[in-house]
């Protein structure tokens, strides 16, 4: 055992070392020049031929002030908000500094414990911008040496001078303009606590929202976030006797804010596409290199993927559409708060070459290409088919449970039950059942049956018509995680599809963006390979190439191109023949599909050509992003239609820009689709009836029927070459009336669930990207 004397030795002399490297790393660091390293420059984006978009994000919206100007409300706040200690401290907290070194060092949360000083050596003096130890220690040291050189004034102006408010916003007064339309000395109490409030990270407490940052900063929650935490701060300030409780009293509302995109130069679409690019560069720094603090600082120039000529011709067919059938005065009740969005997207790389945010970015702040919570509809059946030709349906002589995955690869030619009021069966044919044990009936649009008295109705025809109780049977029978999977293949985001358990999952009750629906539709283009959407092709600054995508790049084979191409092939006849003629171009292929949800609130055209996949989107809902309680409204009479299908409005405005963007373009067929699986019998008869032969002369008029309800007949039946009637609307379901869409199902399908921008249920829909990066990742 070793002495007291000697251990006491040690801890002495640990202790001494210690302080003898403390008192030399003090010694040897100075305090750093501030302009060298606080000076924000401009980002440069430039359209995808070079040409500069915009030129935005620092110098010129930073304007250094004197401290006789910042109001002392602006001083105690922050002071009540982050540093309560700071007029008598010595520039650090050393228990808060203790605890971020120890949670460091544990491997834990690096932030926590800084002073205003310590905030303001971060932002003004430090160019690293790490949280590592070696940066901690420099932090804490030059802290140390500025508090006590430095006068608590010039610190406190240094840091309300330096620090980024958000909205391109750098200094108090920067953001005394962006936030408020004032200078700063002219701020109140109330507006400085919002200041104080944003400068947590504006990110989250911005209520303009920035979902194309993260999916979770939504304007509704951040307004949230900002509201409470500006509240806190004014009780703040009168527990610490910096505001009195009778001034407290005169503040009971939040302060009014300007637009976020006052800037006229990011008006139009711009503004909706610089934000998709930033979006882009954020959420994906381990590929850029680029941190959000780095772009805040600029410097860059971001040469996109975006085509000012696409960009153009899509605004100027929405306008159009718009002008023609949208009419507030004339329809004041259901032509109000008409929302449009769509998205362009090049199969063979997944660059994004146009999208329609809104009618302006200055006004509409949400980007409506991005994530906006409009359900697809009936665009959400390709992903059913290509499940089914995928993986298969399960294999009715095995196990009648998925684990066995004993499965059939089926052909569009396979026959399903067009009947309207079908019951969905389980795979061991019992008939599904919602949590109240009430029956599934899945209804077609307009209660329309097809082919009776049998109902037989194979793939390609119940695509062309959009029959709903086909796609919902032949979900079941793939099994609707295979179909989940299907789409996520396809390159849509998990956070954007609903639940799966629930059969009408496969008709499109998910909410995936405009650009993740071009991007899924374009990997069917590709033959099966999917791009990632992205927005930035190259990133250069002072010392030339940061990011260049093409070294990053990645493509997958989502699909055999077997598999793809026939789902292409379906489509194709949507558009020549079936619900989606509107869409039609001339003398080139086309292959899409229309989508309209219950309660018509949303519609959809979604469709491609082998050069350009575009997806557009159509709902109703109140623009007001300060109003928490939005919802989707009724289409039914909007533009003077008795109801808005994605073969009206939608398929109209696709055909109109892409009929333009394509002008110039080489016509290209489709692939040449190599047959695939059997022909399934689903399709269950009251008597049995020979099955006729299939030969490639002559498909017969008739199907054989399946031996028994619970057991498909797996034979080469034949194509039905069936029609719909007289061919109208009414053919086509995309989504239908009472579909089977709510979480609990009910004796008449249920509904499908209305789009919301937040819903609890099941369904975890984060912008995206939703869309894209986190928000947006393209």
């Known amino acids: 055992m070793p002495s007291w004397k000697l251990v006491s030795g040690l801890f002495i002399g640990f202790c001494g070392s210690m302080m003898a490297v403390a008192g ?138 330096s620090a980024y ?27 400085c606590a919002f200041l104080a409030a944003v400068l947590k990270g504006a990110t989250y407490y911005d209520p303009a929202g920035a979902t194309s940052v993260d999916p979770a900063a939504t304007p509704e929650a951040n307004r949230d976030r900002a509201e409470r935490r500006t509240e806190w701060i004014l009780n703040e300030m009168v527990k610490d006797g910096r505001l009195s409780a009778t001034d407290r009293a005169k503040y009971k509302d939040f302060p009014t804010l300007k637009s976020p995109r006052s800037n006229a130069q990011l008006g139009g679409q711009v503004g909706y596409l610089v934000d998709l690019a930033k979006g882009y560069i954020v959420n994906n720094s381990e590929k850029t290199g680029i941190t959000e603090n780095q772009l805040q600082r600029g410097g860059y120039e971001i040469h996109t993927t975006f085509d000012k000529k696409k960009v153009k011709q899509l605004e100027d067919a929405v306008k159009k559409v718009r002008k023609e059938n949208i009419n507030t005065k004339v329809r004041p009740r259901t032509d109000k708060h008409v929302q449009f969005g769509g998205a362009s997207v090049n199969p063979e790389s997944g660059a994004i070459e146009a999208i329609y945010g809104g009618e302006d970015a200055t006004k509409h702040f949400t980007n409506n290409a991005d994530q906006t919570g409009a359900q697809v509809g009936s665009t959400f059946k390709p992903f059913v088919l290509a499940a089914a030709m995928k993986w298969g349906v399960l294999d009715p002589d095995g196990e009648p449970t998925q684990a066995q995955d004993e499965r059939i690869k089926i052909s569009p030619k396979s026959l399903y039950s067009g009947k309207n009021k079908l019951k969905i069966q389980e795979y061991d044919g019992s008939v599904w059942t919602d949590k109240d044990g009430q029956e599934w ?149 086309v292959a899409g599909k229309t989508g309209t949800t219950d309660g018509n609130k949303s519609a959809w055209f979604v469709g491609y050509t082998p050069q350009l996949s575009t997806a557009i989107s159509m709902y109703r809902m109140d623009d007001d992003e300060s109003n928490k309680k939005r919802e989707f409204l009724e289409m039914y009479g909007t533009g003077g239609q008795d109801k808005i299908h994605g073969a009206s409005f939608p398929a109209e405005i696709w055909h109109d820009y892409m009929e333009k963007a394509l002008k110039n373009a080489k016509v290209e067929p489709f692939p040449t689709p190599e047959p695939i699986g059997q022909v399934v019998n689903d399709v269950p008869s009251p008597t049995p009836t020979p099955s006729p032969t299939e030969t490639e002369e002559e498909e017969e008029e008739s199907a054989p029927p399946s031996p028994t309800p619970s057991r498909p007949e797996f034979s080469p039946s034949p194509t039905p070459t069936q029609t719909c009637g007289s061919f109208g609307f009414g053919c086509e379901d995309d989504g239908g009336n009472n579909n089977g869409g709510t979480d609990t199902g009910g004796s008449n399908g249920g509904v499908t669930a209305s789009p919301t921008e937040s819903d609890d249920t099941g369904n975890n829909r984060g912008n995206g990207n939703g869309g894209l990066f986190g928000g947006s990742s393209g």
Do not use: C
């Not at 086909?470 to 099994?479: E, K, S």
């Not at 990645?554 to 191409?565: I, L, S, W, Y």
């Open 24 to 161: 030399v790393a003090y010694a040897l660091v100075g305090v750093p020049e501030v302009a060298k390293t606080a000076e924000a420059q401009n980002n440069v984006y430039y359209w995808s031929d070079g040409t500069q978009m915009v030129a935005t994000g620092g110098e010129t919206n930073r304007q250094i002030i004197d401290y006789s100007r910042i109001p002392k409300e602006m001083r105690y706040a922050v002071m009540s908000a982050e540093n309560k200690t700071f007029e008598s401290d010595k520039g650090v907290d050393p228990m808060g500094i203790g605890r971020a070194l120890f949670n460091m060092a544990k491997g834990g949360q690096t932030q926590g414990g800084s002073t205003i000083t310590q905030q303001y050596v971060k932002n003004a003096m430090l160019d690293d911008q790490s949280q590592t130890l070696t940066r901690k220690f420099q932090e804490l040291f030059v802290s140390i040496k500025v508090g006590a050189q430095v006068d608590k004034e010039d610190i406190m102006a240094g840091y309300l001078n």
């Open 165 to 191: 408010y958000g909205r391109g916003a750098y200094g108090i007064q920067a953001a005394a303009r962006t936030y408020f339309g004032k200078d700063a000395e002219e701020l109140k109490a109330d507006q």
């Open 441 to 589: 009936l899945q209804r077609n649009d307009g209660d329309e049956s097809y082919n009776p008295p049998n109902f037989q109705i194979d793939l390609r025809e119940a695509m062309r018509v959009s029959s709903n109780s086909a796609y919902v049977q032949l979900g079941m029978n793939v099994g609707l995680e295979k179909v989940r999977e299907s789409a996520l293949d396809a390159g849509i985001k998990p956070g954007s599809l609903a639940s799966a358990n629930f059969p009408s999952f496969s008709i499109g009750t998910s909410d995936p963006s405009a650009i993740r629906m071009a991007g899924a539709y374009a990997t069917f283009a590709a033959s099966g390979k999917q791009n990632e959407p992205f927005s930035v092709d190259e990133i250069t600054n002072k010392d030339g190439v940061v990011f260049k995508h093409d070294d990053v790049a990645t493509t997958k084979q989502a699909f055999t191109a077997q598999v793809a191409d026939n789902v292409t092939d379906v489509l194709t006849t949507v558009v020549d023949k079936g619900t989606g003629t509107a869409a039609k171009l001339a003398n080139r292929p």
